[in-house]
């Protein structure tokens, strides 16, 4: 279970709630979502708590406390969705962190709400391969495709990173929003990881941080497993710096968490060893090295 994940020292530092949500009702092209957390539970236990490049073991910074899964209820995306916020009504969001643990990229919603609720100036880091901003996918706003939508409905700015593939409805989308409201930096044009820092932390300020991380941002090479995979993603090692970057000496305090669109291939535990590596990068640095 996630309470053995990076768990190796006393149980000290900045508690970390895990919330499994092993749902794919909204997915468009391979299935799978549905076994990513129980995925990244096992790669956990096999990942070094020990970060050797920053020189800071994540065992003695955070704790993780591992919340019940929350399974999906008859009735498509609009039941999930209430259950989610049934679930996250018993949480703090003005103090508790949450790394939820997909699934699907359509299960963020709730939480964004949830947050945003007690931080009303939140932004948003999105990276992916898509942009998620189409009004409707397949007859439902609440598809995954749609997420960065709702997102940008609540008001909420985004910076997104890793983006290669949209439509042209999300173009004429991305032209009309406010540069204050939403920046993309596509996969094409990514700067040196210190550069992209440097622009999120102008964009973010002083406002908290909320990370909506979907694998298929990363190149293939380094996260195959996803249902709906896109050639020339970010590198692994372009993503680890970019976080060294974002929190040396400082940066924006990140608010939560999280991690879908991870569908494990049978055999192999590439995918998600990666996914739980990026994770432990992020905490790491953000714990380690921002001073917050």
Same mark, same amino acid.
Request: include cysteine; glycine fraction near 10%; aromatic fraction near 8%.
């Given at each position: 279970?996630?309470?053995?994940?990076?768990? #190796? *020292?006393?149980? =000290?530092?900045?508690?970390?709630?895990?919330?499994?949500?092993?749902?794919?009702?909204?997915?468009?092209? *391979?299935?799978?979502?549905? #076994?990513?957390?129980?995925?990244?539970?096992?790669?956990?236990?096999?990942?070094?708590?020990? &970060?050797?490049?920053? &020189?800071?073991?994540?065992?003695?910074?955070?704790?993780?406390?591992?919340?019940?899964?929350?399974?999906?209820?008859?009735?498509?995306?609009?039941?999930?969705?209430?259950?989610?916020?049934?679930?996250?009504?018993? +949480?703090?969001?003005?103090?508790?962190?949450?790394?939820? +643990?997909?699934?699907?990229? /359509?299960?963020?919603?709730?939480?964004?709400?949830?947050?945003?609720?007690?931080?009303?100036?939140?932004?948003?880091?999105?990276?992916?391969?898509?942009?998620?901003?189409?009004?409707?996918?397949?007859?439902?706003?609440?598809?995954?495709?749609?997420?960065?939508?709702?997102?940008?409905? +609540?008001?909420?700015?985004?910076?997104?990173?890793?983006?290669?593939?949209?439509?042209?409805? =999300?173009?004429?989308?991305?032209?009309?929003?406010?540069?204050?409201?939403?920046?993309?930096?596509?996969?094409?044009?990514?700067?040196?990881?210190?550069?992209?820092?440097?622009?999120?932390?102008?964009?973010?300020?002083?406002?908290?941080?909320?990370?909506?991380?979907?694998?298929?941002?990363?190149?293939? /090479?380094?996260?195959?497993?996803?249902?709906?995979?896109?050639?020339?993603?970010? /590198?692994?090692?372009?993503?680890?710096?970019?976080?060294?970057?974002?929190?040396?000496?400082?940066?924006?305090?990140?608010? @939560?968490?999280?991690?879908?669109?991870?569908?494990?291939?049978? @055999?192999? =535990?590439?995918?998600?060893?990666?996914?739980?590596?990026?994770? =432990?990068?992020?905490?790491?640095?953000?714990?380690?090295?921002?001073?917050?």
């Amino acid at each position: 279970m996630l309470d053995e994940f990076f768990d #190796l *020292g006393p149980r =000290q530092g900045k508690n970390i709630l895990v919330l499994p949500v092993p749902y794919e009702g909204t997915v468009s092209f *391979g299935t799978g979502t549905r #076994l990513g957390p129980e995925a990244m539970f096992r790669a956990s236990v096999q990942v070094e708590s020990y &970060d050797p490049e920053l &020189d800071l073991d994540l065992a003695d910074l955070a704790r993780f406390t591992p919340l019940p899964a929350v399974h999906p209820p008859a009735g498509g995306p609009e039941a999930m969705h209430r259950r989610l916020a049934e679930v996250l009504h018993g +949480l703090d969001a003005a103090n508790d962190f949450l790394l939820t +643990l997909g699934g699907d990229h /359509s299960i963020p919603l709730p939480v964004f709400e949830f947050y945003r609720q007690a931080r009303p100036d939140m932004v948003i880091l999105h990276v992916d391969a898509h942009a998620d901003l189409r009004s409707s996918y397949e007859d439902s706003p609440l598809s995954h495709a749609c997420i960065m939508a709702r997102a940008r409905e +609540l008001g909420i700015p985004l910076f997104q990173m890793g983006i290669r593939s949209i439509c042209r409805e =999300q173009q004429d989308f991305m032209r009309a929003q406010n540069p204050a409201g939403l920046r993309t930096l596509f996969a094409w044009e990514l700067p040196e990881p210190k550069e992209a820092a440097a622009m999120l932390r102008k964009f973010t300020g002083d406002r908290p941080l909320y990370i909506s991380f979907d694998v298929d941002g990363m190149d293939p /090479s380094v996260i195959p497993g996803t249902g709906t995979p896109e050639p020339g993603g970010i /590198s692994y090692w372009w993503m680890a710096a970019f976080w060294k970057e974002l929190w040396q000496g400082g940066g924006p305090e990140l608010i @939560g968490m999280d991690v879908c669109e991870l569908a494990p291939i049978h @055999g192999s =535990q590439v995918s998600e060893t990666a996914a739980v590596k990026i994770i =432990q990068r992020v905490l790491t640095a953000w714990l380690g090295l921002s001073g917050k």
